[in-house]
């Protein structure tokens, strides 16, 4: 009996120990049948063996079982469960046909290069006048990404709903993780059953937000950061957007995403195509080797920092909005004796801002507060050997400014004044070429005058009612699109300029805006406590050297704690390292240890931002360890924390991972993160040993029980 199927070939993506294996035809766009560790060399033959293999029974009724699921699943192919492209064309104003869409003649080309395996398909509908191109790629970190983009052909608008990629993972994929969180406490996981129908997340708030995902992942039920196998999706966007964890009575479970379109916002003209952001997707044995995939990814682009991140102090928790020059001039003398290399002057140095009440949008130097503007700061600065970086919430404006009383229309809102206020500002409409042009002005002459090497971009709000006046029309793209156009702008004006990524802290982190910004603030948060597992949850999507991570005030500033400098430093020694404290109302003695942690941090900075994190999976709540090993095995550093109080009288023996099996290490603690107090030392804690990184994989070291809020420093040299 001849095989009724249209004739198939398949297509094998290999790249970092990644395979990915794709079913095409002519008759459909790409099907991903399977991704995930490499398969090895597979010929044709293989591969079609492949995909008898895994192709399920249809029964009667291709409705109720797809054999395998498209790149873009469409309702047209009898696809029940959520579809990847929703819309309809719109005829005399009216909603008309075009709304399931079927992607039937389609071409197929290969696009390797630069070590990166590429599948670019071009699928069409003619009977909906619509193209779908979409393109995977395998990176040689084993980073998958996929996107999707649609064309209209015909002769009437297409008003596009939803453009979604989707993956496929295996039935092992029993248990979800997904990040929560809230400003001041981001990024957080929380764990449930990979159970039939749809986990949705969505961001709405024109960013991420501080409870975004960043990552949904499905794993073997258990999976930790050292092992199980583990599988997971990121949308690579820096607006409004949903991730999905699909599993239908079929049997697939699916791992999708894209922009989230407001009602409206993306209507296709007659000839215009719409680009879906990128799915990016890892996987691991483990989330430190799915992490690490997107650390090698990020840290391969040719725009990735190449030099050393400088230590910086930030004004923010040191003088809030009482500026003043001779105090300023003393905290910059405080931090460059403490080794600081660049000086961040935060909020309030602009027209009328003695709070955050007035002045957003006036983007010029309060003459009242600075009245020979801020160059004699920037010169005392610089003297002194330091770089110079300001703070700009660029997309924001108090309605008690300048610029909205000249320019109401220039805010967001939908037909009704402004949209809710929230933090006493609102939201400029980057839709408007004008305000573009007004931001990037501004913002492009005060970093030529006063010799700016560093932004701190904010964005304290979330963006509702973004509806671009007169007609209040859906602009949330649109202004998505604008903030990445004013940083890629001011970076061609101004070579070597950085950006840092702030949105209320932690609010803004993903893989669309780091193509733009060259770190993150992980959150408003600077409490060591909280801090660790904040800082945990962004490592799963960016390197070290992305992330900003400062040293506190004795007292934390959001939740009141008082921790121990040991603490404060250990956990801020990680990223990229920053003060948020007024050094001035420190101690002598205090100064001196900070001072011994910023020439750790930069003693180790090769280390700590090229190197592998890796974290230990812990039984209970009482510590955390976690570390970083040298790409070549050479060096591990581990910093051990107290976290609470353990149950028992110790925390028992713990494995150092990453080390290579076939070399020696000297294995001892490091200053200044060796001095908190401890009930018994452990032998080594006295006298250094010598282990095999086999050993400390496989039988660890007996650890000592800390103090809550303890913090000691681990040393693994070769020998």
């Given at each position: 009996m001849d095989d009724p199927r249209p004739p198939r070939r398949h297509e094998h993506l290999r790249a970092g120990d990644t395979s990915v294996v794709v079913e095409v035809g002519d008759d459909t766009i790409p099907r991903v049948l399977r991704w995930g560790c490499d398969l090895g060399d597979l010929d044709d033959l293989a591969l079609a063996a492949l995909a008898d293999a895994v192709r399920p029974t249809t029964g009667d009724s291709v409705v109720t079982h797809q054999t395998s699921v498209p790149l873009v699943p469409q309702h047209g192919t009898g696809w029940l469960g959520r579809p990847g492209i929703t819309g309809n064309r719109i005829v005399d104003g009216l909603p008309g046909p075009g709304w399931s869409p079927l992607f039937t003649s389609a071409q197929h080309a290969r696009a390797d290069s630069d070590g990166v395996c590429r599948l670019v398909s071009?699928?069409?509908?003619?009977?909906?006048?619509?193209?779908?191109?979409?393109?995977?790629?395998?990176?040689?970190?084993?980073?998958?990404?996929?996107?999707?983009?649609?064309?209209?052909?015909?002769?009437?608008?297409?008003?596009?709903?939803?453009?979604?990629?989707?993956?496929?993972?295996?039935?092992?994929?029993?248990?979800?993780?997904?990040?929560?969180?809230?400003?001041?406490?981001?990024?957080?996981?929380?764990?449930?059953?990979?159970?039939?129908?749809q986990l949705v997340r969505e961001a709405r708030g024109g960013r991420p937000g501080h409870d975004a995902t960043t990552i949904i992942a499905a794993g073997v039920p258990g999976f930790g950061w050292q092992t199980g196998r583990v599988w997971s999706v990121h949308i690579a966007w820096n607006g409004n957007q949903v991730s999905v964890a699909e599993?239908?009575?079929?049997?697939?479970?699916?791992?999708?995403?894209?922009?989230?379109?407001?009602?409206?916002?993306?209507?296709?003209?007659?000839?215009?195509?719409y680009t879906a952001p990128w799915l990016v997707a890892s996987w691991g044995d483990g989330l430190d080797e799915l992490a690490g995939r997107h650390h090698d990814y990020l840290r391969a682009r040719p725009q990735h920092p190449s030099r050393p991140r400088p230590v910086l102090l930030n004004t923010w928790e040191a003088v809030y909005f009482d500026h003043d020059l001779d105090r300023l001039t003393a905290l910059a003398e405080a931090g460059a004796e403490v080794g600081v290399e660049r000086f961040v002057l935060d909020d309030g140095w602009f027209r009328g801002r003695r709070n955050d009440r007035a002045g957003l949008g006036d983007w010029f130097v309060d003459e009242?507060?600075?009245?020979?503007?801020?160059r004699p700061l920037v010169d005392r600065v610089h003297a002194l050997g330091m770089e110079f970086g300001l703070w700009f919430e660029p997309e924001m404006v108090n309605l008690d400014s300048d610029l909205a009383r000249a320019h109401p229309d220039w805010l967001l809102g939908v037909g009704r004044g402004p949209g809710p206020e929230s933090r006493h500002q609102h939201v400029l409409d980057l839709s408007k070429e004008e305000v573009v042009t007004y931001v990037t002005e501004r913002m492009s002459a005060l970093i030529a005058e006063l010799d700016i090497a560093y932004l701190k971009w904010d964005h304290n709000r979330a963006v509702?009612?973004?509806?671009?006046?007169?007609?209040?029309?859906?602009?949330?793209?649109?202004?998505?699109?604008?903030?990445?156009?004013?940083?890629?702008?001011?970076?061609?004006?101004?070579?070597?300029?950085?950006?840092?990524?702030?949105?209320?802290?932690?609010?803004?982190?993903?893989?669309?805006?780091?193509?733009?910004?060259?770190?993150?603030?992980?959150?408003?948060?600077?409490?060591?406590?909280?801090?660790?597992?904040?800082?945990?949850?962004?490592?799963?999507?960016?390197?070290?050297?992305?992330?900003?991570?400062?040293?506190?005030?004795?007292?934390?500033?959001?939740?009141?704690?008082?921790?121990?400098?040991?603490?404060?430093?250990?956990?801020?020694?990680?990223?990229?390292?920053?003060?948020?404290?007024?050094?001035?109302?420190?101690?002598?003695?205090?100064?001196?240890?900070?001072?011994?942690?910023?020439?750790?941090?930069?003693?180790?900075?090769?280390?700590?931002?090229?190197?592998?994190?890796?974290?230990?999976?812990?039984?209970?709540?009482?510590?955390?360890?976690?570390?970083?090993?040298?790409?070549?095995?050479?060096?591990?550093?581990?910093?051990?924390?107290?976290?609470?109080?353990?149950?028992?009288?110790?925390?028992?023996?713990?494995?150092?991972?990453?080390?290579?099996?076939?070399?020696?290490?000297?294995?001892?603690?490091?200053?200044?993160?060796?001095?908190?107090?401890?009930?018994?030392?452990?032998?080594?804690?006295?006298?250094?040993?010598?282990?095999?990184?086999?050993?400390?994989?496989?039988?660890?070291?007996?650890?000592?029980?800390?103090?809550?809020?303890?913090?000691?420093?681990?040393?693994?040299?070769?020998?």
């Amino acid at each position: 009996m001849d095989d009724p199927r249209p004739p198939r070939r398949h297509e094998h993506l290999r790249a970092g120990d990644t395979s990915v294996v794709v079913e095409v035809g002519d008759d459909t766009i790409p099907r991903v049948l399977r991704w995930g560790c490499d398969l090895g060399d597979l010929d044709d033959l293989a591969l079609a063996a492949l995909a008898d293999a895994v192709r399920p029974t249809t029964g009667d009724s291709v409705v109720t079982h797809q054999t395998s699921v498209p790149l873009v699943p469409q309702h047209g192919t009898g696809w029940l469960g959520r579809p990847g492209i929703t819309g309809n064309r719109i005829v005399d104003g009216l909603p008309g046909p075009g709304w399931s869409p079927l992607f039937t003649s389609a071409q197929h080309a290969r696009a390797d290069s630069d070590g990166v395996c590429r599948l670019v398909s071009e699928g069409t509908d003619p009977g909906a006048a619509l193209t779908l191109t979409t393109e995977l790629e395998v990176h040689p970190s084993g980073l998958v990404r996929a996107r999707a983009s649609v064309r209209n052909d015909g002769e009437t608008p297409y008003a596009l709903a939803a453009l979604e990629c989707a993956l496929p993972v295996p039935a092992a994929a029993d248990e979800l993780m997904h990040l929560t969180g809230h400003h001041t406490r981001e990024r957080l996981p929380q764990r449930q059953p990979f159970t039939v129908g749809q986990l949705v997340r969505e961001a709405r708030g024109g960013r991420p937000g501080h409870d975004a995902t960043t990552i949904i992942a499905a794993g073997v039920p258990g999976f930790g950061w050292q092992t199980g196998r583990v599988w997971s999706v990121h949308i690579a966007w820096n607006g409004n957007q949903v991730s999905v964890a699909e599993r239908t009575d079929g049997g697939w479970r699916l791992l999708r995403g894209g922009e989230l379109l407001l009602p409206g916002e993306v209507v296709l003209e007659p000839g215009e195509t719409y680009t879906a952001p990128w799915l990016v997707a890892s996987w691991g044995d483990g989330l430190d080797e799915l992490a690490g995939r997107h650390h090698d990814y990020l840290r391969a682009r040719p725009q990735h920092p190449s030099r050393p991140r400088p230590v910086l102090l930030n004004t923010w928790e040191a003088v809030y909005f009482d500026h003043d020059l001779d105090r300023l001039t003393a905290l910059a003398e405080a931090g460059a004796e403490v080794g600081v290399e660049r000086f961040v002057l935060d909020d309030g140095w602009f027209r009328g801002r003695r709070n955050d009440r007035a002045g957003l949008g006036d983007w010029f130097v309060d003459e009242a507060v600075w009245p020979d503007g801020l160059r004699p700061l920037v010169d005392r600065v610089h003297a002194l050997g330091m770089e110079f970086g300001l703070w700009f919430e660029p997309e924001m404006v108090n309605l008690d400014s300048d610029l909205a009383r000249a320019h109401p229309d220039w805010l967001l809102g939908v037909g009704r004044g402004p949209g809710p206020e929230s933090r006493h500002q609102h939201v400029l409409d980057l839709s408007k070429e004008e305000v573009v042009t007004y931001v990037t002005e501004r913002m492009s002459a005060l970093i030529a005058e006063l010799d700016i090497a560093y932004l701190k971009w904010d964005h304290n709000r979330a963006v509702v009612d973004a509806g671009g006046q007169p007609l209040g029309s859906p602009a949330g793209h649109a202004n998505a699109l604008a903030v990445q156009r004013i940083m890629a702008e001011l970076k061609h004006r101004h070579p070597g300029l950085e950006i840092e990524s702030c949105c209320g802290g932690g609010g803004r982190i993903d893989l669309g805006i780091i193509e733009f910004a060259d770190r993150v603030w992980a959150s408003d948060c600077v409490d060591a406590h909280d801090r660790l597992d904040i800082q945990r949850g962004t490592g799963l999507l960016l390197p070290p050297e992305l992330v900003g991570t400062h040293i506190g005030s004795p007292r934390a500033h959001t939740t009141g704690r008082v921790q121990p400098l040991s603490l404060r430093g250990g956990v801020a020694l990680w990223g990229h390292l920053g003060i948020e404290w007024d050094l001035t109302r420190a101690t002598a003695e205090e100064r001196a240890e900070v001072a011994e942690w910023v020439a750790l941090h930069t003693s180790l900075r090769p280390l700590l931002h090229n190197g592998r994190v890796v974290h230990a999976d812990l039984s209970g709540d009482a510590f955390r360890l976690e570390g970083v090993v040298a790409q070549d095995g050479s060096r591990g550093v581990y910093g051990l924390a107290g976290y609470d109080r353990p149950l028992t009288s110790s925390y028992g023996r713990m494995p150092l991972g990453g080390l290579r099996d076939d070399v020696t290490y000297r294995v001892s603690l490091l200053p200044p993160g060796d001095r908190a107090p401890v009930g018994r030392r452990p032998a080594w804690m006295d006298q250094s040993v010598a282990l095999s990184g086999r050993v400390l994989r496989e039988v660890g070291l007996e650890l000592p029980v800390l103090q809550p809020d303890g913090y000691l420093l681990i040393d693994a040299t070769a020998v």
